[in-house]
C-alpha cells in the first residue's frame, strides 16, 4: 500500500526550473516502479518520465528528453521529477504514479500499470 504526496510545482517563467517531489507517506518506493505523468484540462493522462523499480533504468517521452530527469530515492522514499528549459507547453497538472514490480530494467510507460496515484501538482510555465 501507498500514499503519495506531491509538491513542488508552480508558476515559472520559460526557461526556468521546477524540481516535483512525490513522497510515499505510507509505504515505500522500495520494489516499486515509478513514474510522471501530465494531464491538461480536457486531454487524456500522458506519460513524462518513468523509472524501473531497480533504479537501473528510465523512460522519458520525446518532449522531455535532455530537460527533464526522474529519479528514485527508496532511502529517502521519494522520487523526484527535476525540470529543466521549461517551456509553455510543458503547463499541466502533473501526477506521480507507483506500481509494484514490474522488470528490472525496462521501464513501465502505460497509464493502466500504475496502481498508486498522487493528487496532483499544477505547473503554470509563462511566455
Known amino acids: 500500500q501507498l500514499h503519495l504526496v506531491e509538491s513542488g510545482g508552480g508558476l515559472v517563467p520559460a526557461g526556468g526550473s521546477l524540481r516535483l517531489s512525490c513522497v510515499a507517506s505510507e509505504g515505500t518506493f522500495r520494489g516499486f516502479a515509478a513514474a510522471w505523468f501530465r494531464q491538461a484540462p480536457g486531454n487524456e493522462r500522458e506519460i513524462v518520465g518513468a523509472i524501473t523499480w531497480s533504479g537501473a533504468n528510465t523512460y522519458y517521452v520525446d518532449s522531455a528528453k535532455r530537460r527533464f530527469t526522474i529519479s528514485k530515492d527508496d532511502a529517502k522514499n521519494t522520487v523526484n521529477l527535476q525540470m529543466n528549459s521549461l517551456r509553455p507547453e510543458d503547463t499541466d497538472v502533473y501526477y506521480c504514479?507507483?506500481?509494484?514490480?514490474?522488470?528490472?530494467?525496462?521501464?513501465?510507460?502505460?497509464?493502466?500499470?500504475?496502481?498508486?496515484w498522487g493528487q496532483g501538482t499544477q505547473v503554470t510555465v509563462s511566455s
Open positions: 504514479a507507483a506500481a509494484r514490480g514490474g522488470s528490472y530494467y525496462n521501464p513501465r510507460t502505460n497509464l493502466y500499470e500504475y496502481d498508486y
